[in-house]
């Protein structure tokens, strides 16, 4: 509390945010299902949002690629819906929908004109109440997941990075697979095991209704209750808890890649994103490579000119995930040009406290990305939602600054003794196949 | 009060609380009064030196964005390529007074953004540091280092992004288009390359600057915290000094439609998946009336995930994760596009789908209901698109730079509205040109070229946008050897033991040698042991004749007549030793190689190669048939080595053994075709004949 104090009479920033302040209103259904209402009159539109709490971190190690291809099932219909009618109803009343897969959470989405905020509940309900799963959606949509797969994985340059990060920074926990999953798992399923699937995850108490926009905040409840309160509410859902052993030292995967340019991935095993110590390393990411005079930037892309481009950047789920640096050689340079620059700033992090001003520096960047983050009806719906679903906590959408204040010079440091250690990473070389040994005669 | 009364009322239970949200969920809820979207207001104002600056005032969050925009000509770099976007980014890499470093961190510090290329500066944060932020514009506009060392590091960052590129099939894609609709020679479709890149010298990007960067040509565009007496107080006196002068134009002549659809590609062997784009340049500058009716075209055929290509090639054929389609307006010239990534085995099949989709937008009226499908929502897309105060001054800019009417965007929504389905038939039949589009596919030829050719000959280019040979395909079949694929090919033609069972055969055939008139008669007969007859005639007379009888060979012709000796004989008497010439390749000592399956046109061949005396052949057989469908044999001619191409074609019976009826034969860019007339074989053939 007393630290609170300080930091409100420190930053006359905090002011600002105050002044800017999201207003919401948020209760739960009968049923389990959370509701999050923002009210904002600017321009005439509202994003109806729904968070259901499953990702690919849910599934079955033998069915890898469920959670996302649910994604594309639920938008074959509903009992009221015909196959098909889904994007119509919102792209004919002026909208836009979409939905997205990530290892924790399915996300969907309309924005429509605020006058047709209803359809969006209406689509909403059907979906969570009884979405039509039928076998020709599922041969499809299998077929389409594919092609999804090829286009942004097979197809692309460096594009199985994070499938192959993942595999070997994680071996128990399910954070071992991305959320594209196994083509042979999706061929394997059958009809009644998306059933479960459906009925499992897709209840109420599982989800998160977040709207925001130009709405009328007591109507808007009373079409919530009418649309949603009769879907039953189901059986708990159970995050899994799976113990990671630590990964007791360094690994290192070559990848032979259609590529030209080597690039070089290095992942650390992250804590929970909601952890100071997941703050405190977004903070160390920042000073790595958060603009041109970043440390990492500065050093590898303007001086040593061995990268062309380089990064790093947290990749929080909510169970841990990888920090990650990625470093692209420039022509004629190899990863042995750029990893040791790496490691060297990763070690000054550890050894060094960061200055004073670059401290500032830091808090300045976070605070304006901070400020500008909330500008749009879609963004402050996803945010509200992640901010309860994750945090327990929706005004962290007002607060969050705070967490990132309280982050310490002496916490950077800390936190890069403890997380990016080489005992805690994996290191990826992407190098072109021209380079692959031709005679393997290992296997 | 209200609120008292209205609990009151629940808890006696006179309000029946559904009765004022009853749903019916088996149908879609009615919509509300729709708000007509409002466009931002904005104000624009005009410093000494020319620059005109737009304002739009936006309190909301306390953010700033101010925007320095050239509106110039576009430029032909020739072979220079790259030296305009080297030198947009070298402007932003240090002034006279600051380091690249120094600015980087003074950006960095405000958690500020800061940008430049070679038509704009872009600077925006937190609208506390806005005299930060003009600072830092106006000096890079008015005191720009060019620093040499910046200048390498940006010239070889630019190399090694064309190195990146040289995998992106994306990128790949956008150098075949540029090619196919302009030409590389043509300001929309040169390409970058190492070549031209390391031709760039730091004068041309000096020249550049001095040349373009001038307020007379320049907009600015302030959004957010501010106001305007502000931002004209504070650009003024940042920019005042910035110097007027003349900046020159350029104009082009517009890009034609080719006179026919062309298919062209770049061949990536290790694509999993084709980048499949079909287009054609439109004539359709910012402002033009057809602008409405074309987009509402382009929302039915391919705008989003309910257009009828999503429809079709992804929901209904799943051949790919998305499909649209595509314009740009442009004062030059646009395009019309449409496009997909579709896995390699369905590419012709997805580009039927992309041209069937076309021609029913050009052949058929759209519904009424698609109609009011696509205006809906193409505005909803106009009002979502309002929520950002950006919006206001994109508005604004373009209405100044392309002189359109003042509420021309205040207007749109009843332009669209206006459209009708008969318009849109006609903008379609305009615009959409599938009888003489591009269609450009990145993606395996191997896999895919056979299909494609269907939709006519495939030119194929490098990933640099060059006119390229085609790829030779060849690669080795698991389990299929040199025996299969003579086995197969004697199979197909009637079998070894018929083929043996021939001991004498007459072949009549016709020659038809273009430009001149009348046909050339071939006979050719064989028969055991050892006698053969080659003559060719002209309306009934002998040019030519060979004959090998009892072991001496005689050669007659309007040249005379005259025995043949030596290694003359020895090649007549080794001809005449198979009366079936194809059964040579039986024989142990027969020197030929099976070197793999490859591609020619659209067909799949086994290629072998053949060595008869020193001279090479090779000869493709039918994957499907089975049957030879073409050898190709380098001869000596009278001017060196020539190479001979004879494709074999409609193989037709005759005594239960197969010959092509008609061969094509071409050589130094002249064809002749042969055509079979008659075969006669064993009793028929009486030893008559050679004489």
Request: proline share 4%; hydrophobic share 40%.
């Amino acid at each position: 509390m007393k630290n609170r104090l300080l930091l409100g009479a420190f930053f006359i920033a905090g002011a600002l945010n105050a002044q800017n302040a999201i207003s919401f209103e948020e209760y739960d259904l009968d049923n389990g299902l959370h509701v999050i209402l923002h009210e904002d009159h600017s321009t005439p539109i509202a994003a109806v949002t729904v968070l259901y709490h499953v990702g690919s971190k849910n599934e079955d190690p033998e069915r890898t690629g469920f959670a996302h291809f649910f994604e594309h099932l639920l938008f074959e219909g509903s009992e009221n819906i015909k196959r098909g009618e889904f994007d119509s109803y919102v792209t004919n009343a002026g909208g836009a929908l979409n939905a997205n897969t990530s290892q924790d959470r399915t996300f969907y989405y309309e924005l429509l004109p605020s006058n047709q905020m209803e359809l969006g509940l209406w689509l909403e309900s059907e979906r969570m109440m009884h979405a039509n799963i039928q076998q020709i959606g599922v041969e499809t949509q299998r077929e389409v997941v594919k092609e999804e797969k090829r286009q942004r994985v097979d197809n692309q340059p460096y594009g199985s990075w994070l499938e192959n990060m993942m595999k070997n920074l994680y071996s128990e926990h399910p954070y071992n697979w991305v959320p594209i999953g196994s083509m042979d798992h999706l061929n394997a399923a059958q009809l009644e095991e998306f059933m479960a699937f459906y009925k499992k995850f897709y209840v109420p108490n599982n989800a998160t209704l977040s709207i925001a926009g130009d709405i009328d905040v007591a109507k808007t409840k009373e079409l919530i209750q009418a649309y949603f309160g009769e879907i039953p509410a189901g059986a708990p859902v159970v995050q899994p808890t799976v113990k990671e052993p630590a990964l007791g030292g360094e690994k290192e995967v070559v990848v032979y890649d259609n590529i030209q340019l080597p690039a070089v991935m290095m992942g650390y095993r992250m804590p929970p994103q909601t952890s100071d110590d997941a703050y405190a390393l977004q903070m160390a990411s920042t000073v790595l490579s958060g603009g041109p005079s970043s440390r990492m930037y500065k050093r590898l892309v303007d001086e040593d000119q061995t990268a062309l481009q380089v990064f790093s950047f947290p990749f929080s789920l909510e169970q841990g995930g990888a920090f990650i640096t990625f470093a692209l050689a420039n022509a004629g340079k190899s990863i042995e040009d750029m990893e040791p620059a790496l490691n060297e700033e990763i070690a000054k992090l550890q050894n060094e406290l960061i200055s004073e001003r670059e401290f500032q520096k830091i808090q300045n960047q976070m605070e304006s990305r901070f400020v500008q983050s909330n500008s749009t009806m879609a963004g402050i719906a996803e945010s509200l939602a992640d901010y309860h679903t994750y945090y327990g906590d929706a005004n962290l959408i007002n607060t969050e600054l705070d967490r990132y204040r309280k982050v310490t010079r002496e916490d950077i440091q800390r936190v890069a003794k403890q997380y990016l250690v080489n005992d805690n990473r994996v290191v990826l070389n992407y190098l072109p196949k021209s380079e692959e040994p031709q005679a393997n005669t290992a296997e | 009060m209200k609120k008292y009364i209205y609990t009151l009322l629940i808890a006696l239970g006179a309000l029946n609380l559904s009765a004022q949200v009853e749903i019916d969920r088996t149908t879609a809820p009615t919509p509300g009064p729709a708000a007509s979207p409002v466009i931002g207001a904005y104000e624009s104002f005009e410093l000494k030196n020319g620059l005109k600056v737009f304002v739009v005032e936006d309190h909301k969050l306390p953010r700033i964005t101010m925007s320095l925009i050239l509106d110039r000509d576009p430029i032909v770099e020739g072979e220079k390529a790259g030296y305009v976007s080297i030198a947009g980014d070298l402007i932003g890499a240090g002034t006279t007074s600051k380091t690249k470093a120094q600015l980087d961190e003074e950006v960095d510090f405000m958690g500020a953004n800061f940008g430049t290329s070679a038509t704009s500066v872009r600077v925006g944060g937190l609208s506390k540091y806005t005299d930060e932020l003009i600072a830092i514009l106006s000096d890079v506009v008015l005191n720009p280092a060019f620093p040499a060392e910046e200048f390498d590091k940006l010239k070889s960052q630019m190399l090694s992004g064309l190195k990146a590129n040289a995998d992106d099939v994306d990128a790949m894609s956008t150098n075949l288009r540029g090619a196919a609709l302009f030409g590389t020679d043509h300001v929309y479709g040169e390409v970058m390359t190492e070549a031209t890149v390391e031709s760039v010298s730091i004068e041309d990007c000096k020249q550049y600057f001095n040349t373009y960067f001038r307020p007379d040509i320049a907009y600015m565009v302030v959004i957010g915290d501010i106001t305007v007496k502000d931002a004209k107080k504070k650009l003024n006196k940042a920019l005042k000094g910035w110097e007027s002068a003349e900046v020159p134009s350029h104009e082009y002549a517009k890009t034609a439609l080719p006179s026919a659809q062309r298919v062209v590609m770049i061949d990536k062997p290790s694509a999993v998946q084709s980048v499949v784009w079909l287009g054609n340049v439109i004539d359709l500058p910012h402002g033009h009336p057809d602008i409405e009716a074309l987009r509402v075209a382009n929302q039915i055929l391919g705008g989003g995930m309910s257009g009828r290509l999503f429809s079709n090639l992804r929901e209904d054929k799943a051949f790919t994760y998305g499909a649209y389609s595509n314009f740009s307006v442009d004062e030059l010239n646009g395009t019309f596009s449409a496009s997909a990534k579709v896995r390699n085995e369905v590419t012709d099949s997805a580009i039927t789908e992309f041209l069937y989709e076309i021609n029913r937008m050009r052949s058929e009226l759209v519904s009424e209901e698609d109609m009011i499908a696509a205006k809906a929502s193409l505005s909803g897309s106009f009002g979502r698109s309002l929520e950002s105060p950006a919006s206001a001054a994109n508005f604004a800019l373009n209405i100044a730079r392309y002189n359109l009417p003042s509420d021309y965007y205040n207007n749109y929504l009843k332009r669209l509205e206006a459209v009708t389905a008969e318009d849109v038939k006609r903008v379609a039949n305009l615009y959409m040109r599938s009888d003489r589009m591009i269609i450009a596919v990145v993606g395996k030829a191997q896999d895919v070229a056979a299909g494609l050719s269907a939709f006519g000959e495939i030119e194929y280019f490098d990933a640099e946008g060059k006119e390229t040979d085609a790829p030779t395909f060849l690669f080795m079949p698991e389990g299929v050897s040199k025996a299969d694929v003579l086995n197969k090919y004697f199979d197909a033609i009637g079998g070894v033991k018929a083929l043996q069972s021939i001991e004498a055969i007459d072949q009549k055939m016709e020659l038809e040698v273009p430009g001149m008139p009348g046909k050339i008669g071939i006979r050719s007969a064989k028969k055991a042991p050892g006698m053969l007859l080659m003559e060719q005639s002209m309306q009934g007379m002998t040019v030519m004749k060979q004959l090998l009888k009892d072991g001496e060979g005689k050669m007659s012709g309007m040249q005379g007549n005259k025995d043949l000796e030596g290694a003359e004989l020895e090649a007549l008497v080794a001809k005449a030793e198979n009366i079936i010439d194809e059964l040579r390749w039986l024989n142990e000592d027969a020197e030929l190689v099976f070197e793999g399956q490859t591609l020619v046109g659209a067909k799949a061949l086994y290629q072998m190669s053949e060595e008869v005396d020193g001279s090479k052949a090779t000869h493709y057989f039918d994957v499907e048939s089975g049957l030879l469908y073409q050898s190709v044999a380098s001869e000596e001619g009278p001017e060196g080595p020539m190479v001979v191409t004879t494709t074999y074609e409609d193989y037709a019976e005759y005594n239960g053994v197969k010959f092509p009826k008609t061969t094509v034969q071409s050589v130094a860019g002249q064809q002749f075709t042969i055509t079979l007339v008659s075969v006669e074989v064993n009793d028929a053939v009486k030893t008559s004949i050679f004489k």
